[in-house]
């Protein structure tokens, strides 16, 4: 048995820990652990006096490992590891033993159990910490400039932030112009401003800043290396317009004969032609060709845009580009996509006509939309004389999406009042829940309310055109309770608005496996922890920001893209950074050359030593996750920090008797392992 002094530590995390767990008894007990010579128990173990426990037990008792009995490692182990440093000891011969979520909360009824098993988890840990060994950081150079992926207001104001602060940037986009959702949008609630007046500078300062290099129609293919040094490629598709002699001036667009629905700007209620530019404020101002839609590129012929270029900027034959850069971190604001709301055909979308998905209807009711801002029925004539707004299409439904879109309730607000300001219609608003939380909201809802908005709380069960009583020809019906009163309600109206949820882009697991981070069960981007760190993520130099995260509204979504920026600036000025030296090593005396290890990589950080005949793990774009070790037949791959012999120690630690004999601890007998 190893001479190691352990120390062991354990926090009652106010009542989340200690209400289940007897804490004082497996304080007690611990103490009784082989190498184990120092056994407290405190409040609060995070806070400063927590921390200096276990500093000055370092200092006085001499200890060579700790063990701290707390939260999940995710929050706190960057603490303790710190403290240990500051003591004099290496920060990698600490493990930290989660009794909470792993003990406590799983065991909330039965303080026998929560405290047996917080036992075995202190066991195993303190049998981990001792065969752990001494690590050293590396310490990685930090490039300059940074790339931002999306261009809606959460990449402008990141992108923004960075280069004001004089620090070159990249930004991708890959629609043809920035300006994101928040560009279809007429006013924004609560204080009713036009959202062009607000976003258009942005973009312009966004298209003509020295230190930003824009690339629109373009696309993040490859993501290469570690943070400070991440070699990205990326994608510029051909717009076939010559950027370089294109004035932006329309000619092109105006004699293009080809007219199809816009799905992507107008949201299908407008049309553009072959050769478009998506809105009039585009940044940057050059058209694209959309070569699925032109009728050159279908039967060879037409070529009008080329005949009234007047400077010769249509090229037929441009190809795509493909850029290689070198960006020390990545910001992520690809932003979100609106749900589709034929998948529940009770609401008759796509069946009924003059029920509107609430992004058609901001684009309606946009004085440069395809109405020119009047609010009609799809006729493109009458004004509706009675409008429903239904809340809750596709989110907080366990059918669709459980989660809340957060804007939702404040945008069918903003619609009520717009309805009544451009045509005096009667609105029914039909919600769940009224989510009116943030600054000014509220104050926003009782202003509907005295606007004379009817308010019905229920969920809508259908929506139909099946007239059965007398002034219902020839209206939408929409029938759902009204669970205040405790009756049906059955309202006739000319238009239905349905208020569609926030859903992750179509390709947002992809993307995360691009960019090597992880997506939440509904395919929102991971933040490394919600509270304390929601712009950063698991890979250490890539940042997200905004509605990829989650549902926000357009202050939210500001405010973490300037968050995100903050933190590159932080590494930027700092010009290096410590990187974990938790990584894989491979005995190269012993390897086979089978090259497993190669093909399961996902980081691709296993490269093949040709004149050697064995692979080798460049420390640099390792992440430590383990699937080389795994996977190796061999068995000659080890991963630092998690090798076979602390691993075996920590489960063989998990499974002693905690009971124990007459007070002392014993193990359970172990079963044989092959190979050792």
């Known amino acids: 048995m190893s001479e190691e002094r352990v120390g062991v530590y354990v926090c009652h995390c106010g009542h989340n820990i200690a209400g289940a767990v007897d804490v004082e008894h497996v304080s007690e007990w611990a103490a009784g652990l082989p190498n184990v010579v120092v056994s407290k128990d405190y409040k609060f173990m995070c806070s400063s006096l927590g921390q200096e426990l276990v500093e000055e037990d370092i200092r006085e008792q001499g200890l060579t490992r700790v063990v701290v009995a707390a939260c999940s490692p995710h929050m706190h182990e960057p603490t303790f590891r710190a403290a240990c440093q500051r003591a004099g000891l290496n920060p990698y011969l600490f493990e930290m033993a989660n009794i909470r979520e792993h003990a406590s909360w799983v065991h909330q009824h039965s303080v026998e159990d929560a405290t047996e098993k917080a036992k075995a988890t202190i066991a195993g840990a303190v049998a981990r910490v001792v065969e752990l060994e001494p690590l050293e950081p590396f310490i990685a150079e930090i490039k300059e400039p940074t790339l931002v992926v999306g261009g809606g207001i959460a990449g402008i104001n990141a ?60 696309e993040v293919e490859q993501v290469d290396g570690y943070i400070g040094n991440f070699t990205v490629r990326v994608r510029k598709k051909a717009r076939q317009i010559n950027t370089e002699l294109c004035t932006g001036c329309g000619d092109c667009w105006s004699r293009c004969p080809a007219k199809v629905v816009d799905e992507v700007f107008e949201a299908g209620l407008g049309y553009r032609t072959a ?42 034959d441009e190809e795509d580009e493909i850029a290689v850069i070198n960006v020390g971190n990545i910001v992520l604001a690809t932003g979100y996509k609106t749900f589709d709301p034929r998948v529940l055909p009770q609401y008759g979308y796509g069946r009924l006509a003059n029920v509107f998905t609430s992004m058609e209807f901001e684009r309606m009711v946009n004085a440069s939309g395809p109405t020119d801002g ?16 239904v809340h809750c299409i596709g989110s907080r439904d366990k059918n669709t999406n459980p989660h809340c879109s957060a804007i939702c309730c404040m945008a069918a607000l903003k619609f009520s009042h717009l309805v009544k300001e451009k045509t005096g219609a009667e609105v029914y608003e039909f919600y769940i829940d009224m989510r009116t939380a943030y600054k000014d909201y509220e104050e926003f809802y009782n202003r509907i309310l005295e606007e004379g908005t009817h308010m019905i709380r229920g969920r809508v069960a259908e929506v139909t055109d099946a007239a059965r009583l007398p002034g219902e020809e020839g209206k939408l019906i929409v029938q759902a309770e009204d669970t205040l009163i405790g009756v049906q309600r059955r309202i006739p109206v000319d238009m239905v608005i349905l208020m569609v949820g926030m859903e992750p882009q179509a390709d947002s697991i992809d993307v995360s496996h691009r960019f090597g981070i992880g997506c939440s069960t509904a395919g929102f981007f991971t933040e490394r922890h ?40 932080t590494l930027i000025g700092k010009g290096e950074v410590e990187i974990e030296p938790i990584r894989a090593y491979i005995n190269e005396e012993r390897c086979s050359g089978c090259r497993v290890c190669n093909t399961m990589c996902p980081y691709g950080a296993i490269d093949w030593i040709e004149d050697l005949g064995v692979s080798r793990v460049n420390p640099a774009l390792c992440k430590g996750c383990g699937t080389c070790v795994a996977s190796c037949p061999s068995q000659v791959i080890d991963g630092q920090h998690f090798t076979f012999d602390a691993l075996m120690a920590q489960i063989e630690g998990v499974l002693w008797d905690t009971r124990g004999n007459g007070g002392k601890v014993t193990y359970l007998e172990s079963v044989p392992v092959a190979g050792k």
């Open 159 to 218: 992108a923004l932030e960075i280069a004001n602060a004089g620090h070159p940037v990249y930004m991708v986009e890959r629609e043809p112009s920035i300006g994101g959702h928040m560009a279809q949008l007429d006013k924004t609630f609560p204080t009713l401003d036009c959202s062009a007046c607000i976003l258009t500078p942005k973009m312009f300062d966004v298209g003509n800043h020295p230190n930003i290099t824009l690339w629109t129609y373009s």
């Open 275 to 316: 050769v478009y530019r998506p809105f009039p404020q585009a940044v940057p101002k050059y058209p694209v060709i959309d070569r699925e839609n032109c009728i050159y590129y279908q039967k060879g012929t037409c070529k009008a845009c080329e005949k009234f270029c007047p400077t010769g900027a249509i090229d037929f």
């Open 374 to 389: 009047k609010i009609v029925l799809r006729d493109g004539i009458t004004q509706p004389e009675n409008v429903a707004i």
């Open 530 to 569: 919600p509270k304390l760190d929601p712009a950063a993520t698991m890979s250490d130099g890539v940042f997200i920001a905004g509605t990829c995260q989650g549902p926000k509204d357009i202050p939210t979504t500001v405010a973490q893209g300037a968050a995100a920026a903050a933190r590159v600036l």
